[in-house]
């Protein structure tokens, strides 16, 4: 399991835009998954699993195997109900769990901002789950036709997340720092007095 402590803080430095644009990948995971609370960010090692609709017991699962720093990467199916709360939150904590992720439906929001547990989650929901069926831990998922295994990069932000194969961290980690370099070159640039069309070379459409 690769450890991605150490680059944590410069990955939330570039973004997930960057992350996202540097790798070259289908890397972006569905738009409508988003931060449960204003200034959510996170990033480290993914450990995905499925849900049944409605059922949360592979999460509970998942809590008891991840490792320190992972991030829990749940396939929900997109069914809105409340997979997660205040009581899976302090779990994950306890165990040094980074975050969720999820294609599905969170519930007690205001806790998990008091806790500054990151999640990123597709809806909200007060409605909860049975506990019945796990259909996979710790194995592949696909969410929104981005394949995730265990131990690839996870990055999340207000702009959304981004998931790059762990084979692909370094190249896509070096053409990050290029292009956070470049644009803050560009941006020197127009502070000093350029425009965007000088600077890109733009011309009119006619």
Same mark, same amino acid.
């Given at each position: 399991m690769p450890a991605y402590q150490y680059l944590i803080d410069e990955l939330l430095r570039h973004g997930t835009s960057t992350l996202c644009e540097a790798s070259g990948l289908p890397t972006a995971l569905d738009y409508n998954i988003r931060p449960v609370w204003p200034g959510a960010t996170l990033a480290g090692a993914a450990f995905p699993l499925r849900c049944a609709p409605g059922d949360n017991l592979a999460i509970h699962l998942a809590v008891a195997q991840a490792e320190p720093g992972d991030v829990l990467v749940v396939?929900? !199916?997109g069914y809105i109900a409340g997979y997660w709360g205040e009581i899976l939150t302090v779990a994950a904590q306890a165990r040094g769990i980074a975050g969720l992720v999820i294609d599905g439906g969170v519930r007690d929001l205001a806790a998990l901002?008091? !806790?500054k547990f990151p999640v990123f989650a597709r809806g909200i929901a007060m409605r909860a789950c049975i506990k019945l069926h796990a259909p996979?831990?710790?194995e592949p998922i696909v969410i929104a036709d981005v394949a995730i295994a265990r131990g690839?990069?996870?990055v999340a932000d207000g702009d959304g997340v981004v998931a790059i194969p762990q084979a692909q961290v370094e190249r896509t980690l070096a053409g990050a720092r290029q292009r956070t370099d470049k644009e803050a070159a560009i941006m020197q640039r127009l502070r000093a007095g350029e425009t965007t069309v000088q600077i890109l070379g733009l011309k009119s459409g006619k």
């Open positions: 396939d929900g !199916h901002e008091s !806790h996979s831990v710790g690839d990069l996870i």
